[in-house]
């Protein structure tokens, strides 16, 4: 149950979080996997297969912009993503909703039994 629960918390944050680390650079799928588990000390922890649909969603809904950097030394082709304007207005408004939520969750957690 715990488990569950957790990965339904997780996944109605996800591309809040997602367009929160392109705030300050473009990045590619790896780096954002590998910040992710590393800021948050491995709670989330995503595969590719949970992350590049994310990835692809923003895309559509033009929240995010890619494009293909050519291969560099021995370093592969990389894909990088960047917020754009919509996304950052759209990150705002998450940020907002986020909060609200998380208030009133508090509100009731925190009452006294």
Same mark, same amino acid.
């Given at each position: 149950?715990?488990q569950?629960?957790a990965?339904q918390?997780?996944? +109605?944050?996800l =591309? ?6 392109l705030?300050r @650079?473009e990045k590619y799928? $790896?780096?954002? %996997?590998t910040?992710?588990r590393?800021?948050t000390d ?13 990835l692809y969603?923003?895309?559509?809904? +033009?929240l995010? =912009?890619?494009r293909l ?5 021995? @370093?592969?082709?990389?894909? $990088?993503?960047? %917020?754009?304007?919509e ?12 909060n609200?939520?998380d ?5 009731i ?5």
């Open positions: 149950m715990q569950r629960f990965q918390v997780k996944k +109605g944050a =591309e809040m979080l997602v367009l929160k680390l705030v @650079e799928g $790896y780096q954002l %996997i910040e992710l590393e800021r491995g709670a989330i922890s995503l595969k590719e297969g949970t992350l590049y649909p994310i969603r923003l895309e559509d809904s +033009g995010v =912009e890619s950097a050519a291969r560099a030394d021995k @370093e592969p082709a990389r894909k $990088y993503y960047a %917020i754009t304007g996304g950052r207005t759209a990150l705002e408004e998450m940020r907002g909703i986020w609200e939520f208030g009133h969750v508090r509100s957690m925190e009452e006294e039994q």
